[in-house]
């Protein structure tokens, strides 16, 4: 049978189907994703107890019909919900998501499930049933507030025809004995079944040229060529694109000294190296949070007063059980001047995260919008191609970054090396039951990894500036 998760895999990367059929998808189950799972078993539930108590009173003699499988042929489907009218017997199905918004995915999702009931079932109406991003939480949840329905019927009509191809195909897929006739992207990172797709995928790849075109990957492939080193002169390529070409070849760090003093110049003492670790939830926790919003516990901060200066660190990390945001700010404006750049790295989740406490705490609106005008992203360098290295392996992360500039520095060890175990260990403090000891232990892992982030930050700013020099 082809169930909807299969015809969903297809619809991803027809390969990815094939590897799965084949046993050839690697796609762990991380704590992480484990504890979104557990968050989305939550939502579940009160949609459930939404349908049950405050939209089924208002469907006269109704009743629901929770996960119903139908098949039709070799493709099979588990409803969520089923809303099943007396009288001239009919349906409207509810489809229930843990996100605060429709994607294409949620739409292809139950035009699956469509595609099969046609034909079986009178279905009069599709709904979309996922918490409201603009709710806001105050004191106990309030289930009909917290909850969208959105009819998404014309949307599922108008996708019928496409999706009735489209599970066709997936069938085929599933029964092809070689994989190599099956379309895959042209952006192989973090792949689930690099093996299918690319078993000998080089270090430098084409794929690692940024922005490179679908058309020139495709003219590359086709005249053999998939090292990026093996790009000739005479194709054409951007001014960075070409930089990072002659990089692959020369194993050399590529460094556009003019800009990155340009770059550089602009920051002024005293300069600040911020970094917050936060953690989501699809139910707000505390007054004021909206389904999904990030919450902010923990900041890391070194501050260094003039060129060439040593740092000073300050750091705080909320575990009282309450909205950590309150105390964070608190902390965080006495630890932020008035003056200086405040240097981060990837400005879009820091600037974000201010807005969104400036809105939950009004009192700290102005600082965290001064916070904002001077924030300075030091990504953009890499970003920008003002600095690339070959080790970056083509990424602009941290993570990637740090070890071929500053390989002295590591995160390697390390009990918490990523944001996603930063988040779980706070969800472990606060809501966990964990004894004083291993909180403390737990404490100690969050404070050494958050510093961590913004010391890697320092010690890239000093090399950058040194590289300037040169
Ligand atoms: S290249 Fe990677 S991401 Fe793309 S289809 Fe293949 S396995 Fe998936």
Same mark, same amino acid.
């Given at each position: 049978m082809l169930t909807k998760s299969d015809f969903l895999l297809y619809c991803?990367?027809?390969?990815?189907?094939?590897?799965?059929?084949?046993?050839?998808?690697?796609?762990?189950?991380?704590?992480? +994703?484990?504890?979104?799972? /557990?968050? @989305?078993?939550?939502?579940?539930? $009160?949609?459930?107890?939404?349908?049950? %108590?405050?939209?089924?009173?208002?469907?006269?003699?109704?009743?629901?019909?929770?996960?119903?499988?139908?098949?039709?042929?070799?493709?099979?489907?588990?409803? +969520?919900?089923?809303?099943? /009218?007396? @009288?001239?017997?009919?349906?409207? $199905?509810?489809?229930?998501?843990?996100? %605060?918004?429709?994607?294409?995915?949620?739409?292809?999702?139950?035009?699956?499930?469509?595609?099969?009931?046609?034909?079986?079932?009178?279905?009069?109406?599709?709904?979309?049933?996922?918490?409201?991003?603009?709710?806001?939480?105050?004191?106990?949840?309030?289930?009909?507030?917290?909850?969208?329905?959105e009819e998404v019927t014309p949307k599922i009509m108008a996708l019928l025809p496409e999706v009735e191809t489209l599970r066709r195909a997936a069938l085929a897929a599933s029964q092809v004995a070689d994989p190599a006739?099956?379309?895959?992207?042209?952006?192989?990172?973090?792949?689930?079944?690099?093996?299918?797709?690319?078993?000998?995928?080089?270090?430098?790849?084409?794929?690692d040229i940024p922005r490179l075109s679908q058309q020139k990957k495709l003219a590359l492939l086709a005249q053999g060529i998939l090292q990026a080193r093996d790009i000739p002169e005479s194709f054409e390529l951007n001014e960075k694109q070409r930089e990072v070409a002659r990089m692959a070849q020369t194993g050399q760090a590529h460094i556009d000294r003019p800009a990155l003093r340009a770059e550089l110049g602009k920051l002024v003492y005293p300069l600040y190296f911020l970094d917050y670790e936060t953690c989501i939830s699809a139910i707000p926790l505390f007054d004021g949070y909206h389904p999904q919003q990030q919450i902010v516990f923990q900041y890391s901060l070194h501050r260094m007063d003039q060129p060439g200066g040593e740092t000073v660190h300050s750091g705080f990390i909320s575990i009282d059980g309450g909205d950590p945001s309150i105390a964070l700010l608190h902390h965080l404006s006495g630890d932020i001047g008035s003056r200086g750049t405040?240097?981060?790295?990837?400005?879009?989740?820091?600037?974000?995260?201010?807005?969104?406490?400036?809105?939950?705490?009004?009192?700290?609106?102005?600082?965290?919008?001064?916070?904002?005008?001077?924030?300075?992203?030091?990504?953009?360098?890499?970003?920008?191609?003002?600095?690339?290295?070959?080790?970056?392996?083509?990424?602009?992360?941290?993570?990637?970054?740090?070890?071929?500039m500053v390989p002295a520095l590591s995160y390697q060890g390390m009990s918490i090396h990523q944001g996603d175990q930063a988040s779980l260990a706070w969800w472990a403090i606060t809501f966990g039951h964990l004894d004083e000891d291993e909180i403390g232990q737990l404490t100690d892992?969050?404070?050494?990894?958050?510093?961590?982030?913004?010391?890697?930050?320092?010690?890239?700013?000093?090399?950058?500036?040194?590289?300037?020099?040169?």
């Open positions: 991803e990367a027809p390969r990815h189907l094939w590897a799965r059929i084949h046993g050839q998808l690697n796609s762990p189950v991380s704590a992480f +994703d484990q504890h979104l799972i /557990e968050q @989305g078993y939550e939502i579940e539930s $009160l949609a459930r107890e939404y349908l049950e %108590t405050i939209l089924l009173p208002t469907c006269g003699n109704a009743r629901i019909l929770w996960q119903p499988t139908f098949s039709d042929g070799p493709y099979e489907a588990r409803c +969520d919900a089923l809303v099943e /009218e007396t @009288g001239p017997r009919s349906y409207d $199905l509810y489809e229930i998501k843990s996100g %605060t918004a429709i994607d294409k995915k949620n739409l292809y999702d139950i035009a699956f499930q469509a595609s099969i009931l046609v034909g079986q079932i009178r279905v009069d109406h599709f709904y979309l049933l996922h918490p409201n991003k603009e709710y806001t939480c105050q004191g106990s949840l309030d289930l009909a507030r917290f909850f969208s329905v006739s099956l379309a895959h992207c042209l952006a192989p990172k973090e792949c689930p079944c690099p093996g299918v797709c690319h078993p000998a995928l080089p270090d430098f790849s084409i794929y405040i240097l981060v790295w990837n400005k879009a989740f820091e600037k974000a995260r201010n807005t969104e406490m400036a809105e939950l705490h009004p009192g700290y609106a102005a600082f965290l919008e001064d916070v904002n005008r001077r924030i300075y992203d030091l990504s953009d360098i890499v970003n920008q191609g003002y600095y690339l290295d070959p080790g970056f392996k083509g990424s602009w992360s941290i993570k990637n970054v740090l070890p071929a892992h969050l404070a050494e990894y958050c510093q961590m982030d913004t010391l890697a930050m320092v010690e890239i700013y000093k090399k950058l500036n040194l590289a300037c020099r040169l």
